[in-house]
């Protein structure tokens, strides 16, 4: 059963080797860390600030276009028809505006100020009521419709634009006034269908214009800010290669500084013991040293692609039991209880070794943080998209504030403790950084005096 288990596994793998580029997750979709993100974003940012402000600019630009075009095509007209309407009530204001039959005299039509025919003219009584209309006025009631009168008659003066059948008429009315208030109210007309089609027309072509603008303007702008941040960029690749170049290089002069330190040792009867206490605080700092390198070198190599990763059939299940079986002695050591809930073969895609790694960092994480008497759970959860792996402890817990900043390089909830432990604050970071190779990402949930559930979720192939 275990033979036929294990060619069954391989008969997958070698099915997944052979489909290459297609069934492998994290070449579906690009990796990117978090230094990449954060400078994706910063151009995103930039490309929505430059987009803005030249929204911004394009519609004040287009306003004050527009509200001057505006100005300058439609306040002529409305003050002819005001200057109209004043000179056509003129003659009625007077000793002879007894009523309004006398005031509405429309005998020969009534004439603007350059002696032309008003077409659209009409005179209303000092209440309101239609007394007499010009024949092109009176064969368009609805010009002479509405309070329009009646307002003028409170007001003085009244104005506004109807439609009468697709056509724009702007309006003016003006009260006569006589011995007993308003004796009537002459009312004017114009069409403006010809001024607004042409404002309308140039709100559209602004319109067009501006996103058309707004389009090109966004393009200039994410090509600009791409390449205002390519010295970011290449300071940031310059950052990775001097970790990596100085990570490596420490690594040999640490190496022979601890071999020194423990051939002195041999001998260490013949020293005296506050030099052979020196000699072993000089090799612990020597190990925390070269970890402190090691990791620094393969975060470094993990950001720039250079680690070498395999494409294997990784059994969560597995991986999780074997852990388990080695974290054990430990754990009786710490007074810690591990417990396992694998169940069945839960596959993924990845590097064996770097996915080992991750999942024993997160074991060893909350072994050191877990008090004597605790318990350590590992679990391998699935579901159709994913195969997870989660450490539940019930340690100290985290608090919120702190959750937000894990997995960023360094950063230790408590650097005391921490460094006592020999954390360096880059443990989360190397977890992170291989989730993110294979597709996948690291979650941390926890509560403080109740425990810490933190999981490495890969997508199933």
């Known amino acids: 059963m275990v033979w036929a288990t294990r060619s069954r596994i391989d008969a997958i793998g070698g099915r997944l080797v052979a489909a290459g580029r297609t069934l492998n997750p994290a070449r579906r979709k690009p990796w990117r860390d978090a230094d990449s993100a954060l400078l994706a974003r910063v151009r995103r940012r930039m490309v929505l600030w430059y987009a803005a402000m030249t929204a911004a600019g394009l519609i004040l630009f287009g306003v004050v276009l527009y509200l001057a075009v505006d100005r300058i ?3 002529p007209l409305s003050t002819g028809l005001e200057q109209t309407a004043q000179f056509i009530a003129r003659p009625m204001i007077g000793p002879a505006a007894l009523g309004a039959q006398d005031a509405c005299g429309f005998d020969e039509g009534m004439r603007g100020p350059d002696g032309q025919h008003v077409l659209l003219s009409a005179c209303f009584d000092g209440h309101g009521q239609l007394s007499d209309a010009s024949p092109v006025a009176a064969a368009l009631p609805k010009f002479t419709s509405g309070s329009i009168a009646q307002d003028a008659a409170r007001r003085g003066s009244a104005g506004d634009t109807i439609t009468i059948q697709k056509l724009h008429i702007e309006r003016y009315a003006v009260a006569v006034p006589g011995p007993n208030g308003t004796a009537a109210v002459v009312l004017v007309g114009a069409d403006v269908t010809g001024e607004l089609q042409s404002l309308h027309a140039l709100l559209r072509t602004l319109l067009g214009l501006g996103v058309a603008m707004l389009l090109a303007s966004t393009v200039a702008g994410y090509v600009l800010a791409g390449r ?23 690594r040999t002069p640490l190496t022979l500084l601890r071999a020194d330190a423990e051939v002195l040792l041999r001998s260490r009867k013949g020293l005296p013991e506050e030099d ?9 700092e020597v190990d925390h040293m070269s970890g402190l390198a090691d990791s620094m070198l393969q975060l470094a190599r ?3 692609g250079m680690a070498h ?5 990784v059994d969560l299940s597995e991986t999780a039991a074997v852990i388990a079986r080695r974290v ?4 009786a050591e710490l007074g810690l209880t591990v417990t396992l809930n694998a169940g069945t073969q839960q596959c993924v895609l990845g590097d064996s070794l770097l996915i080992h790694q991750a999942a024993l960092a997160l074991v060893d994480n909350a072994l050191k943080y877990t008090r004597a008497g605790g318990t350590v759970m590992l679990e391998v959860r699935a579901d159709d998209a994913t195969v997870e792996f989660r450490v539940r402890d019930t340690g100290e817990g985290i608090a919120g504030e702190h959750l937000a900043h894990l997995g960023k390089r360094f950063y230790r909830v408590d650097k005391a403790r ?5 954390g360096a604050g880059l443990g989360l970071s190397i977890v992170s950084r291989i989730a993110v190779q294979h597709g996948g990402e690291l979650r941390v949930t926890s509560e403080s005096g109740v425990g810490t559930v933190a999981s490495i979720s890969f997508p199933r192939p």
């Open 228 to 250: 205002s941040l390519i010295p970011v960029r290449a300071a940031h690749r310059r950052q990775q290669e001097f970790i990596a170049d100085a990570s490596h290089e420490l």
């Open 73 to 75: 095509v439609l306040n």
């Open 309 to 313: 990763m395999e494409r294997d059939i």
């Open 328 to 331: 054990a002695a430990r754990a």
């Open 418 to 422: 921490s460094r006592s432990l020999g």
């Open 302 to 304: 993990l950001d720039s």
């Open 276 to 284: 052979a206490e020196l000699l072993d605080d000089v090799v612990h």
